[in-house]
Antibody, heavy 117, light 108 residues
């Protein structure tokens, strides 16, 4: 059964760090690029990061560049998002999603991140 | 950067009505446009990719069209289970992805 299981969300203070994980099952993880997308409370969707199948190509949105780092381990079917220097405006539900051909055809369940003092 | 503008931001229609949502790009994006459905508390679900291609398993009442700068998403006969927010999404070759602001669809 197809699944992307996310973990690692939570409460963190401004300036702090948090690591999100996303583990895939039921499909060949190394056939898909992966993305992170976030959704702020009551607002829309914002794409924040892309990592290619090999992990050699990584792209970030300007809003997180220099603060967030994405990585993947194809042997473990896992994707990580290391978030540093967190700000209140990073408060959101974070989704991992698998992608192919420019679209994300399956998403994780989401991990809420709250940045507050 | 390319901007994606969706309209309307919300709509209310009766069961069985035809519903159309517009997504406009600030410059020509060819057919690099996807549509997602998001129900409350759930992750988005891909409905249409490449502007007009129906994702496997998606009901035939959903369709997409357009190219260049103007795109449409249509529900031919609105059903109660279609209550959701719908988002268009552009992708480029970098790759970067840009979502529209979303259209909330409700039943009248």
């Amino acid at each position: 059964q197809l699944d992307l299981v996310q973990s690692g969300g939570g409460l963190v203070k401004p300036g702090g760090s948090l690591r999100l994980s996303c583990v895939g099952s039921g499909f060949n993880f190394n056939d898909y690029y992966m993305s992170w997308i976030r959704q702020t409370p009551g607002k829309g969707l914002e794409w924040i990061s892309y990592i290619s199948i090999s992990g050699h190509t990584i792209v970030y949105a300007d809003s997180v560049k220099g603060r967030f780092a994405v990585s993947r381990d194809n042997a473990k079917n896992s994707l990580q998002l290391q978030m540093s220097s967190l700000r209140a405006e990073d408060t959101a539900v974070y989704y991992c999603a698998r992608g192919r051909g420019g679209y994300s055809d399956f998403w994780g369940q989401g991990a809420p991140v709250t940045v507050t003092s | 950067d390319i901007q994606m503008t969706q309209s309307p931001s919300s709509l209310s229609a009766s069961v069985g009505d035809r519903v159309t949502i517009i997504c406009q790009a600030s410059q020509d994006i060819s057919n690099h446009l996807n549509w997602y459905q998001q129900k409350p508390g759930k992750a988005p679900n891909l409905l249409i990719f490449g502007a007009s291609n129906l994702q496997s398993g998606v009901p035939l009442r959903f369709s997409g069209g357009g190219s260049g700068t103007e795109f449409t998403f249509t529900i031919s006969s609105l059903q109660p289970e279609d209550v959701a927010t719908y988002y268009c999404q552009h992708y480029d070759n970098i790759p970067q992805y840009t979502f529209g602001q979303g259209t909330k669809v409700e039943i009248k």
